[in-house]
């Protein structure tokens, strides 16, 4: 099976694959309800404790998951500033197993362009890494930011469905 990279860096991003060692600042965004209202709700300390192992393990099941991104400035000169994490991971649509490209930032890096470099950077990895045919996106309807971010990385609208009680808006890309 093809595996993605552990780690990988883009023009301002260093990206390493999710662990234990990221608890901390991960509960501290599935705490702000700026960044989990577009995602599913705030989530306690021991849910995101949970997801991280949930997350660790898809990386064994499938040799590619979440990685955790800090901005590259940072990397050098003092502790790192979380900026979020993106990935790849398995998810049902409607009963089909798909890939999905993700992504969530912290919100003083919105509107930086970081999720359409991670986002480019992910494609490059599901594509020529891991040999995936096509992967899949989506937003709440009413997300229009993350919807744009969606197509300029080139994912076609492909119809709205209800994830989790909500409406969102499916993508779809082809390699």
Request: hydrophobic share 40%; charged share 25%; aromatic share 10%.
């Amino acid at each position: 099976m093809p595996a993605a990279p552990e780690k990988f860096r883009t023009a301002r991003l260093i990206a390493e694959r999710i662990g234990p060692q990221h608890a901390d600042a991960l509960i501290a965004m599935n705490r702000d309800k700026r960044v989990m209202c577009w995602i599913h709700g705030v989530a306690t300390d021991a849910e995101t404790r949970e997801w991280i192992v949930e997350k660790a393990s898809h990386w064994d099941d499938y040799g590619f998951g979440h990685w955790v991104l800090f901005v590259a400035g940072d990397a050098d000169s003092g502790p790192r500033r979380f900026a979020g994490r993106a990935g790849l991971q398995h998810c049902d649509i409607d009963g089909v197993d798909e890939v999905e490209l993700l992504y969530a930032l912290q919100p003083e890096c919105w509107g930086s362009g970081y999720a359409t470099e991670v986002g480019k950077a992910l494609l490059g990895i599901a594509f020529d890494r891991v040999g995936l045919a096509g992967v899949v996106a989506y937003a709440r309807l009413d997300n229009q930011r993350s919807r744009h971010v969606i197509e300029k990385l080139g994912f076609g609208y492909e119809r709205d469905f209800a994830h989790e009680g909500e409406p969102y808006a499916l993508y779809r890309l082809i390699g």
